[in-house]
Every structure is written in structure tokens, then in C-alpha cells.
């Protein structure tokens, strides 16, 4: 019913920035909440960021609160995150996500998941 595909991973330094760029179709609804999860190398896939679909709602996990901002397109088919003062550990396989209803921080709520992006930052 949804797809998703993520662009914009890529190789950086300590401190730059970088925009991921996600793109939904075949959607049947409008309401759609998307978020942003990651996924470090060995270890369990976290969440990183939610927008609810009028975009009037955001969260931010702890740990990029600051330094990340989540962001939809004019269309509200498209997801952005803006990620700025990266460190080593941002390091990881990036995943776009939707799901029906409001925010919501948790892997098991969202239904619908991209194949995922990477980003590796170096120190």
C-alpha cells in the first residue's frame, strides 16, 4: 500500500551536516505519521525522529535533540532529516517509516519501513 525509499546517506566528517530525504507513495491515506529510525552497526535499530502528517507535531530522541530536525514537504508525501553537528556516533543505517494515527517513538508502531540509507561519520 506504501513505499518508501530513503536517498542522501553518505560518507562525512565529524561536524558536518547532511539531509535525508525519504519519499512515500502509493499511500491511501493522508493522516500518515512518519518517522525516522537508525540502526548502529550490532546493535538494535532505535528511534530517531516522528512528524505527524500536518507536520504541526515533531519528537526527537534525546540523544539528536538539537542537532536533528524533522521536516515534510509541501506535498506531505515526502520526509526530511536535516542532521547537523554529526558525530561518530550517528554512524549507522538510516530508516524512513509510516504508520496510521498520531506520534509515536517505538519500532513495533510503524507498519511501513524503507530498505534504509547509510550514514557513516568519521572522526
Known amino acids: 500500500q506504501v513505499q518508501l525509499v530513503e536517498s542522501g546517506g553518505g560518507l562525512v566528517q565529524a561536524g558536518a551536516s547532511l539531509r535525508l530525504s525519504c519519499a512515500a507513495s502509493?499511500?491511501?491515506?493522508?493522516?500518515?505519521?512518519m518517522g525516522w529510525f537508525r540502526q548502529p552497526p550490532g546493535k538494535e535499530r532505535e528511534f530517531v525522529a516522528t512528524?505527524?502528517?500536518?507536520?504541526?507535531?515533531?519528537a526527537y530522541a534525546e540523544s539528536v535533540k538539537g542537532r536533528f530536525t524533522i521536516s515534510r514537504g509541501n506535498a506531505k508525501n515526502t520526509v526530511y532529516l536535516q542532521m547537523n553537528s554529526l558525530k561518530p556516533e550517528d554512524t549507522a543505517v538510516y530508516y524512513c517509516?509510516?504508520?496510521?494515527?498520531?506520534?509515536?517513538?517505538?519500532?513495533?508502531?510503524?507498519?511501513?519501513w524503507g530498505p534504509g540509507t547509510q550514514v557513516i561519520v568519521s572522526s
Open positions: 512528524i505527524s502528517w500536518r507536520g504541526g507535531s515533531t
Open positions: 502509493g499511500r491511501t491515506f493522508t493522516d500518515y505519521t
Open positions: 517509516a509510516a504508520r496510521v494515527g498520531g506520534i509515536y517513538t517505538d519500532t513495533s508502531g510503524y507498519s511501513y
